[in-house]
């Protein structure tokens, strides 16, 4: 065993805060119980994913996942109905964001996600749909379930059921809301008043209610929001140990000196809280500032995946939107630097004379579009957007051919830079050249601290993003190693993770599933990646090698994958990419009947071989694929038990058996 030393501190993203969300959230006791229940499941060996997607009625509702119902059914089957309780709680009812809103900002006691990480946040906040979760829990579940659990089982049984059931339980239930009430203590919250914003943490009502004669404002002057909205229904609802909420605002349920003695503890926890408190407040927009037709996705967004998993399609996809004035691509590659990327002096000729002129590349040709574009709003007032399309972004050194770019990639809350960079002399006298007084109209965001900057800005001798302007990039994670990424770089992105699915083009009358043509046989594809793909998994233990849905094209009339390009592209990348470090693999996939291990130069010719007789005779080349060692490789190849479907062509299936 070697001595190492431990990992640095992680540059953990900070949290948004969700200051303006409508995040309503209410039957507290039966949400805590349910996560409760769903956190002892996880820990006696359950996975995270709590639900399971029902449609009724055109639209997608949440059940208890068949696993979780099963065990709630076995060890907690004498409280009558649990499952039902269960459903019946905000896990399956309430929207994500509302879900984390209370659940991450409030109580931190768990993370919820998307089983379906392509989703944004905001996909159930219309149409009343409800998608499949997860949770991912933090130490204070534990501490709130090793509390519960400390309690005989007859009382710990009392709690979950009434709690379940919206009923308070005065001996367990009382020592949970103290649990909770800690833990809330970190959380931000905003009300808006007459003269203004007001940001403050339950800390600053409880200074104000020491004197029991106070009350403390909770009505919003237009409406509650973000985590305030949540405060105002736990207290509602009698969850907050020392807080209610009367007629004139929130109060002190008791004058005791519990209340005083707590209220002293949360001043000293807070400060011994290794962070600074950061407050961001929501900017109204400037009358005059042309509102921007903002897409519904990030600015700077990265979607990754294993080859052949539909990135770039994806990136086009989103592109190809009428509010999209303009898409500029480029391909990052290990000869790519800074000059490739935003542009150069370069010689040119000028009449009979040798000039040197700024000619530039994709980043300053989408920055100055989208700059134009700021400046000539629609007949609606809305601006259009520019996009730059980086594909393959980690075969490139994003440190070298960002350079001081970089900077530029941190957005204020208005979608511009946050700290402006100095452009140098003869970019300047460009950007001059191209913005003359185009946007001398343009007035100052608030993401733009000084007036100064934001001259030179529209002067060119400074640079800084417009909201406008999106840089969307794919990165194939087979590639991952050619140019790491650095962790400051990635979290100035958002990330979207491609998965490996077979396409669903139902609603697509030409679209055609493919096959592998091998002489007069059809074989799945997607039976064959199934496949595949397991013993990728099973040899490297991680997704980047395996083969996606598009690695190959298919001919566009028939969906056809012929036995050559298989051979050549799918198996090379099999034998040179993936299997070349592991023999076991090698055996499982290309082991035949006879014991023999098919090698790589198998599956094609070596020499002229001429087959067949007149008009069946055909001649192969050296390095045309053996269609009858592909066909048995296909044939023998399975992933637990299950092989690749075979058929005749322009015949009936004739499925391999499992």
Request: glycine share 8%.
């Amino acid at each position: 065993m070697s001595k190492v030393l431990p990992v640095a501190i992680h540059d953990r993203p900070e949290l948004n805060l969700r200051q303006g969300i409508k995040s309503s959230l209410n039957h507290w006791r039966q949400l805590i119980a349910s996560a409760y229940l769903f956190y002892l499941y996880v820990i006696d060996g359950g996975d995270n994913i709590y639900s399971k997607e029902v449609k009724t009625g055109g639209k997608v509702s949440l059940a208890v996942s068949v696993a979780f119902a099963n065990w709630l059914a076995e060890n907690w089957g004498d409280i009558a109905n649990v499952t039902d309780l269960v459903q019946q709680c905000p896990l399956y009812i309430a929207q994500m964001e509302h879900l984390q809103v209370g659940l991450q900002l409030f109580l931190k006691l768990s993370k919820v996600g998307f089983v379906n990480s392509s989703f944004p946040d905001a996909v159930e906040r219309t149409g009343g749909n409800r998608f499949d979760k997860a949770l991912y829990f933090s130490t204070n579940m534990k501490v709130l379930a090793e509390t519960i659990s400390a309690y005989p089982d007859i009382d710990r049984k009392s709690f979950v059921k009434g709690w379940l059931s919206g009923q308070d339980d005065g001996k367990v239930g009382n020592r949970v809301k103290e649990i909770l009430a800690a833990f809330t203590e970190e959380c931000q919250f905003k009300i808006r008043t007459q003269s203004g914003e007001l940001f403050f943490q339950q800390d600053g009502i409880y200074d104000r209610l020491r004197n029991p004669h106070d009350s403390v404002e909770s009505t919003d002057s237009s409406e509650p929001v973000g985590p305030f909205r949540i405060l105002k229904s736990y207290v509602k609802e009698g969850m907050h140990p020392y807080l209610s909420e009367g007629p004139n605002g929130f109060v002190v349920k008791s004058s005791s000196e519990a209340f005083t003695a707590y209220a002293d503890m949360v001043q000293t926890s807070l400060s011994l809280i290794p962070k600074r408190t950061t407050i961001y407040q929501e900017v109204n927009q400037v009358a005059n500032e042309p509102p921007v037709t903002l897409l519904n996705i990030p600015r700077q967004l990265i979607t990754y995946g294993a080859p052949g998993t539909g990135k770039s399609h994806k990136v086009d996809g989103l592109t190809n939107n009428p509010d999209v004035a303009a898409c500029v691509r480029t391909t990052f590659h290990p000869d790519s630097d800074y000059a490739t990327f935003v542009g150069a002096y370069k010689p040119v000729m000028d009449g009979e004379k040798i000039a040197y002129k700024f000619r530039p590349q994709a980043f300053m040709n989408a920055y100055v579009k989208a700059w134009q574009e700021m400046a000539k709003p629609e007949a609606d007032g809305k601006v259009k957007s520019v996009v730059l399309v980086i594909e393959e972004i980690n075969r490139g050194n994003c440190a070298q051919i960002f350079g001081d770019l970089f900077q530029l990639l941190d957005r204020g809350k208005g979608g511009y830079s946050t700290y402006p960079i100095d452009a140098d002399a003869d970019l300047a006298t460009w950007l001059a050249e191209q913005f003359g007084d185009t946007l001398a109209q343009l007035v100052k965001p608030d993401d733009i601290k000084k007036e100064s900057d934001w001259t030179e800005i529209l002067e060119g001798r400074k640079l800084a993003l417009p909201p406008n302007l999106y840089i969307w990039a794919t990165m194939n994670t087979s590639d991952q190693s050619l140019f790491p990424i650095d962790s400051a770089f990635k979290r100035r992105w958002d990330w979207e993770y491609v998965p490996i699915t077979k396409p669903d083009k139902s609603d697509d009358s030409n679209w055609k599933e493919r096959k592998i043509e091998v002489g007069d046989s059809l074989f799945d594809w997607w039976d064959f990646l199934s496949a595949i793909n397991g013993h990728i998994a099973k040899a490297t233990e991680s997704e980047d090698k395996q083969l996606g849905y598009f690695f190959v094209k298919a001919d566009d009339a028939t969906g056809c994958i012929s036995a050559e390009q298989f051979a050549n592209k799918v198996l090379f990348y099999l034998y040179g990419d993936v299997f070349k470090s592991y023999e076991l693999p090698k055996k499982d996939c290309f082991q035949q009947a006879d014991n023999t291990v098919l090698k790589f130069r198998d599956f094609f010719y070596s020499e002229k071989v001429e087959e067949g007789e007149g008009e069946n005779r055909v001649t192969h080349k050296p390095g045309d694929g053996k269609l009858d060692v592909v066909a048995a490789f296909l044939r023998g190849l399975k992933w637990k038990e299950k092989g690749v479907k075979e058929e005749p062509k322009g015949g009936a299936a004739d499925a391999n058996p499992d």
